[in-house]
């Protein structure tokens, strides 16, 4: 707690500050903002089964999640803002080819790319989860 004494009066203002959590971790299949003691600030419960992978985002969190326990038709990676909302979910362009791995972020992070599990590489706009490009990757022969 912060206390501001204004010079104008002797009214004292408190104000609290809330504490930003330190870590993000996967348990138990549940996405969870560590405070700086380790502990469970907020959980986010998966939309299917599990989290098994996320990635932070300038003021938000791609989340991707196992495949299996979606509902048809439903991406398994989507987006969540600082407090562990929903922002969007990807449209994802293949439904029997889901997400296998968050790769990054591209041009000052205003593209999210990502692969799917037979290799394709999927670009999605960071503002809403849309589609803007899809392309099969190249595998090296060595």
Not at 12 to 33: E, F, M, Y
């Amino acid at each position: 707690m912060l206390a501001v004494r204004s010079k104008r009066s002797e009214i004292i203002t408190r104000i609290t500050l809330k504490t930003v959590p330190h870590a993000s971790a996967i348990i138990d299949g549940t996405l969870c903002q560590l405070t700086d003691r380790g502990l469970r600030a907020t959980e986010y419960t998966p939309l299917g089964s599990a989290v098994v992978e996320f990635r932070q985002g300038p003021l938000c969190i791609y989340v991707r999640e196992h495949a299996y326990g979606l509902l048809p038709g439903l991406a398994n990676l989507y987006c969540l803002d600082g407090g562990l909302r929903l922002r969007w979910i990807a449209g994802w362009p293949i439904s029997d080819d889901p997400c296998a791995a968050i790769l990054g972020e591209e041009k000052d992070g205003s593209i999210l790319v990502a692969q799917s599990a037979s290799g394709v590489i999927v670009r999605l706009d960071t503002s809403d989860g849309r589609m803007l490009s899809c392309d099969l990757a190249v595998r090296q022969t060595g």
